[in-house]
């Protein structure tokens, strides 16, 4: 199935999560690999959007508050890499509005 096309991804979920390094779970050096950085957080969010959201997404769980998607595939990065990535997205029960919710390397396609 696919998600919607609207579905949203909140600017802070990449500014203060995915593209800053922490200290346990990090992602920024992962997507660094690729180029992402986050003085161009904008282009993390548009390759999302362009790049992933159009693929097909599996339904993964469902609880009181949504329904939750995986989608895996590759993001080719602003300098040419390809990662390969597994996303989680969650339609919410009560405003029916799909979100992103997080990236994470897939390893099964590495």
Request: aromatic share 8%.
């Amino acid at each position: 199935m696919k998600l919607p096309a609207d579905s949203t991804i909140a600017p802070d979920k990449i500014t203060a999560y995915l593209l800053v390094p922490k200290a346990r779970g990090d992602k920024s050096g992962f997507l660094a690999q690729a180029g992402y950085a986050l003085d161009h957080s904008d282009q993390l969010i548009m390759d999302l959007q362009r790049q992933i959201l159009p693929l097909d997404a599996s339904l993964t769980q469902s609880n009181k508050f949504g329904q939750y998607y995986e989608i895996r595939g590759t993001l080719t990065g602003p300098n040419g890499m390809v990662l390969a990535v597994r996303t989680v997205w969650m339609t919410e029960r009560l405003s029916g509005v799909t979100k992103f919710i997080t990236l994470i390397p897939d390893k099964r396609r590495t």
